[in-house]
Structure formats: structure tokens, C-alpha cells
């Protein structure tokens, strides 16, 4: 971590810090008397690629971006200690915008061209971060599949929901806060944390942490940024049926399995056997068609005030909530 200001405090991260983390990113720190700080951000060679990621490929051969330089509340997120205790607070503030007229279609490789706030898309974000979570599931053996909002975007247009706040995949096997699992994350700048479920967000060691990074947003509270949630399944009934986190109902394993395949933004993921069954039970017959919403952007002050379903659900609460008007407040969509 490296600092600003002429006098500076040299400590031990031995020492003060926790060995929370398996893969540390520095082994040094200074803390300034000024109060502003950077964290050390990954090293992009250190970075593992597939032949066909074609993102890393591309930021791999870009100048290496400066740190995010943190100032008053915000230089808590030079230090990763006790970071899974600390849950959303640890994520990296990030904003963008959500309107579909603006953001229909967006991914990740757009986040290469640095965009600023006004013109960043929550859903590149999100983007990013499925196709990391899902490539480190499938590394690991957990055999990620897409659910819930995320498949919902890939069936209706092969796309992020561009309103929606996070990711949802769901897999099978164990997680544990110093596994595998966190260790790849670890690595690419992402913290995985325990929030009723396992969930997954951009951390401020990223590489692209410094354009993500919006200091006039508070320290991150739930749900309020860009995230993954993560959904244990498993057999249940002498494997009858499968169980996931969240779903409304077992799904009978000839629904699931063997996985079937969608396009989300031009790349193939594994889903559940019949999609269509899946999506059915959560979300209605009606599924495809988007339900009307009221505009909303990344600029809460200059429209009216919306009620999506994370102001309106529960740490534990359900994916298919319905409002008492029976509009489904995962899958809205905005008015023409």
C-alpha cells in the first residue's frame, strides 16, 4: 500500500494485519499523516489466462493504471484485515448507470476504455464479474450453472439485465472462506464474503479498481454495488431432486441435469437442463415479457424515487418476491 503526504508511518503487515488472506498482495504498508492511502492493486502478470479471454489479453497489453488514491471513510479500503468480517464494506464503491436505452447490450470489454461515471454501465461490471466467478467456479470443481435474473437476461435477450445489481449462479459442492475458491478471486482483485449466502464483489486491489472507483460514493452498505450471489445446490431425495438456495421449489434432476447451454453477451454458460421450467416456476409463465418499471438510473437525485427489489427484500429474502400488485420486482423492466 503506498501513501501521499511527506510524513509517513513504515508497519509490518506481519504484524498488523490478519493472515485472513492466503495470497497477500503486499508485504509492507504507510499510513500517512494526511490520511491518504493506495492499496497495492494485482499484478496483471500474475494473472492465469485462458487462450480465449480475450479481456485479460487486451488489459494485459495496456499501461498499467495508477492505484485508487483513498481519502477520509475511504481509507479503511487500504487494509484488507478482517475483510470478511467487514462483508460489503471491503467492495470498492462503484456507480453506473442502469437504463436500458443506454446500457441494452453492454460487457465487460467496455470497461477497457475506461469509462467515467456518467456513462459506465452497472451491467459491464456485472459482466466482468460473471465471467470471472463462473471461470474460477468451473476451476475449481463446483460446476457453476446461471439462475435466477442472470438467466433470465441470457433467455429473453442474450444479455445483462441492464437494471439489475447483481449476478446469480448457483453450484454445487463447498466453499469455505479460505478455499480454492477464494484464493483464485483473491488473486484477480475480487472478494468473496458470507452474507447469508456467499456473494462476490469488485475489491479495491483490482486492476481496474482506479477508474472503477467513485469517491463521492459512501462505504459500500448492502447491496448497494455490484456484486455476484452465489447459490449452493445439491440432490435431495436419493437424487430425485435438486436443491437450490433461493428457489421457490426442488427441481426434479431431469430439469437439471444434463446442463444445457445459453449465450450471454456472445459467450456460452452451462444452465439448468430446461430453462424454461426453471424460470417458469420462479417467475411465471410470463416470463419473457418484461414488466413495466419506473425509470431508473445512476442518478437518484434527479429522478423519482424507484423500489427495486434490494430495497425491498430480506438478507435471506426469496429471488421470486412479488409485490402485492404482483409485479416481480427481480425481472422488472422500464416503460416505454
Given at each position: 500500500m503506498?501513501?501521499s503526504?511527506?510524513?509517513?508511518?513504515?508497519i509490518d503487515?506481519?504484524?498488523?494485519?490478519?493472515?485472513?488472506?492466503?495470497?497477500?498482495?503486499?508485504t509492507t504498508?504507510?499510513?500517512s499523516?494526511?490520511s491518504?492511502?493506495s492499496?497495492?492493486?494485482?499484478?496483471?502478470?500474475?494473472?492465469?489466462?485462458?487462450?480465449n479471454?480475450?479481456?485479460?489479453a487486451?488489459l494485459q497489453?495496456?499501461?498499467?493504471?495508477?492505484?485508487?488514491?483513498?481519502?477520509?471513510?475511504?481509507?479503511?479500503?487500504?487494509?484488507?484485515?478482517?475483510?470478511?468480517d467487514?462483508?460489503?464494506?471491503?467492495?470498492l464503491p462503484?456507480?453506473?448507470?442502469?437504463?436500458?436505452?443506454?446500457?441494452?447490450?453492454?460487457?465487460?470489454?467496455?470497461?477497457?476504455?475506461?469509462?467515467t461515471?456518467?456513462?459506465?454501465?452497472?451491467?459491464?461490471?456485472?459482466?466482468?464479474?460473471?465471467?470471472?466467478v463462473?471461470?474460477?467456479?468451473q476451476?475449481?470443481?463446483?460446476?457453476?450453472?446461471?439462475?435466477?435474473g442472470?438467466?433470465?437476461?441470457?433467455?429473453?435477450?442474450?444479455?445483462?439485465?441492464?437494471?439489475?445489481?447483481d449476478?446469480?449462479?448457483?453450484y454445487?459442492?463447498t466453499?469455505?472462506?479460505?478455499?480454492?475458491?477464494?484464493?483464485a478471486?483473491?488473486?484477480?482483485g475480487?472478494?468473496l464474503f458470507?452474507?447469508?449466502?456467499?456473494?462476490?464483489?469488485?475489491?479495491?486491489?483490482?486492476?481496474?479498481?482506479?477508474?472503477?472507483?467513485?469517491?463521492?460514493?459512501?462505504?459500500?452498505?448492502?447491496?448497494?454495488?455490484p456484486?455476484v450471489?452465489?447459490?449452493?445446490?445439491?440432490?435431495?431425495?436419493?437424487?430425485?431432486?435438486?436443491?437450490?438456495?433461493?428457489?421457490?421449489e426442488?427441481?426434479p434432476?431431469?430439469?437439471?441435469?444434463?446442463?444445457?447451454?445459453?449465450t450471454?453477451?456472445?459467450?456460452?454458460f452451462?444452465?439448468?437442463?430446461?430453462?424454461?421450467?426453471f424460470l417458469?416456476?420462479?417467475?411465471?409463465?410470463?416470463?419473457?415479457?418484461?414488466?413495466?418499471?419506473?425509470p431508473?438510473?445512476?442518478f437518484?437525485?434527479?429522478?423519482?424515487?424507484?423500489e427495486?427489489?434490494?430495497?425491498?427484500?430480506?438478507v435471506?429474502?426469496?429471488k421470486?418476491?412479488?409485490?402485492?400488485?404482483?409485479?416481480?420486482?427481480e425481472?422488472?423492466?422500464?416503460a416505454?
Amino acid at each position: 500500500m503506498t501513501t501521499s503526504g511527506n510524513s509517513v508511518l513504515h508497519i509490518d503487515l506481519a504484524k498488523a494485519t490478519s493472515t485472513d488472506n492466503a495470497v497477500p498482495k503486499s508485504t509492507t504498508t504507510t499510513v500517512s499523516t494526511d490520511s491518504d492511502c493506495s492499496p497495492d492493486t494485482v499484478d496483471l502478470k500474475s494473472i492465469e489466462l485462458s487462450a480465449n479471454n480475450r479481456f485479460y489479453a487486451m488489459l494485459q497489453t495496456m499501461e498499467v493504471l495508477p492505484s485508487p488514491v483513498f481519502q477520509g471513510d475511504h481509507t479503511e479500503l487500504c487494509s484488507d484485515h478482517n475483510r470478511r468480517d467487514r462483508g460489503y464494506r471491503y467492495c470498492l464503491p462503484i456507480s453506473g448507470r442502469k437504463a436500458s436505452n443506454f446500457c441494452a447490450g453492454t460487457d465487460r470489454m467496455e470497461l477497457l476504455a475506461h469509462p467515467t461515471t456518467a456513462n459506465r454501465c452497472y451491467a459491464s461490471v456485472l459482466h466482468m464479474l460473471l465471467t470471472d466467478v463462473y471461470d474460477e467456479l468451473q476451476a475449481t470443481g463446483s460446476d457453476p450453472i446461471l439462475t435466477f435474473g442472470t438467466l433470465l437476461g441470457a433467455i429473453r435477450n442474450g444479455s445483462m439485465i441492464p437494471f439489475t445489481e447483481d449476478v446469480d449462479i448457483a453450484y454445487s459442492g463447498t466453499i469455505t472462506g479460505n478455499g480454492a475458491l477464494n484464493d483464485a478471486l483473491w488473486k484477480k482483485g475480487y472478494h468473496l464474503f458470507d452474507y447469508g449466502i456467499w456473494r462476490v464483489c469488485v475489491d479495491p486491489t483490482h486492476p481496474l479498481a482506479s477508474v472503477l472507483y467513485d469517491p463521492e460514493a459512501p462505504i459500500v452498505q448492502e447491496y448497494e454495488v455490484p456484486y455476484v450471489d452465489l447459490y449452493k445446490m445439491n440432490t435431495q431425495n436419493g437424487g430425485k431432486f435438486w436443491k437450490m438456495q433461493e428457489a421457490k421449489e426442488w427441481i426434479p434432476t431431469d430439469r437439471v441435469e444434463p446442463f444445457s447451454q445459453v449465450t450471454l453477451n456472445g459467450l456460452s454458460f452451462d444452465t439448468l437442463h430446461d430453462p424454461n421450467y426453471f424460470l417458469t416456476q420462479e417467475y411465471g409463465s410470463d416470463y419473457l415479457k418484461p414488466k413495466p418499471r419506473k425509470p431508473e438510473d445512476a442518478f437518484p437525485d434527479e429522478i423519482e424515487e424507484v423500489e427495486t427489489r434490494r430495497s425491498r427484500r430480506l438478507v435471506h429474502g426469496s429471488k421470486g418476491f412479488r409485490s402485492d400488485d404482483n409485479i416481480l420486482l427481480e425481472d422488472q423492466e422500464e416503460a416505454p
